[in-house]
């Protein structure tokens, strides 16, 4: 029971380079998530996917790409990295129906944490 | 949008009291209010969750209330033990969006 994963779990890189941090889940979840981690701020939502092909902007989506083809995967990429970027990196997935009238988030089961420095 | 406070940002017993956690939102709408744990170096783990169905939720030392009119909702924590330090994120949600956290709660428990 693999359940959910992230790679790698530390990156160093420089400012300018293009970064993909990857996120694997065993539970065939609709929903996935991105968040940063940062002191002061908690747990911040980049991007988040319903489904395959279906993606959206969370509160602090600049900077950020995502892609969902698989289900079960769901990469996020730093175009051009800066140092502001530096954080914890969080991937999470749950499990929602998507019948009427519940198509929210429900628990989320979060992944190990990329550890992301850009100098 | 949705906005959740949280508080107190740091928190310290001693083994076996209890600790209470507070968390206030803003958006009348949301209605799912999920409690995390993290430990060091981990991601968070969901511990306990309510439902604006429902006024309070108990799961052995730890329970959650939730307040509607007020908008507020609590965390509980009875006969601490050094194994509940950790920091706790409290959250909420409408459905159809994500969940918003609120900044965090350092709790120590000092044996």
């Known amino acids: 029971d693999a359940g959910i994963t992230q790679s790698p779990r530390y990156k160093i890189t420089e400012t300018g380079r293009q970064v993909t941090l990857m996120c694997h889940q065993t539970?065939?979840?609709?929903?996935m998530f991105w968040y940063r981690q940062d002191l002061g701020h908690g747990l911040r939502l980049i991007y988040y996917?319903?489904?395959?092909?279906?993606?959206d902007k969370g509160e602090v989506p600049d900077g950020y790409v995502v892609s969902r083809s698989k289900t079960e995967n769901f990469p996020l990429t730093l175009e051009s990295a800066t140092r502001s970027q530096t954080s914890v990196y969080f991937c999470a997935s749950s499990e929602v129906p998507l019948q009427r009238g519940n198509r929210g988030a429900d628990t989320q089961y979060f992944g190990p944490g990329t550890r992301l420095t850009v100098l | 949008g949705e906005n959740v406070e949280q508080h107190p940002s740091t928190l310290s017993v001693q083994e076996g009291d209890s600790a209470v956690i507070k968390c206030t939102y803003s958006?009348?709408?949301?209605?799912?209010f999920p409690w995390y744990k993290q430990e060091l170096g981990k991601g968070p783990q969901l511990i306990i969750d309510?439902?604006?169905?429902?006024g309070e939720k108990k799961d052995q030392r730890i329970a959650v209330t939730l307040n509607k009119t007020a908008k507020h909702f609590s965390l509980h924590i009875t006969e601490t033990q050094p194994e509940d330090s950790a920091v706790y994120f409290c959250a909420a949600s409408e459905a159809g969006t994500a969940l918003i956290f609120g900044k965090g709660t350092t709790l120590s428990v000092s044996s």
């Open positions: 996917s319903a489904a395959a092909d279906i993606t």
């Open positions: 539970w065939s979840h609709s929903y």
């Open positions: 309510i439902r604006s169905n429902v």
């Open positions: 958006d009348s709408a949301s209605n799912y």
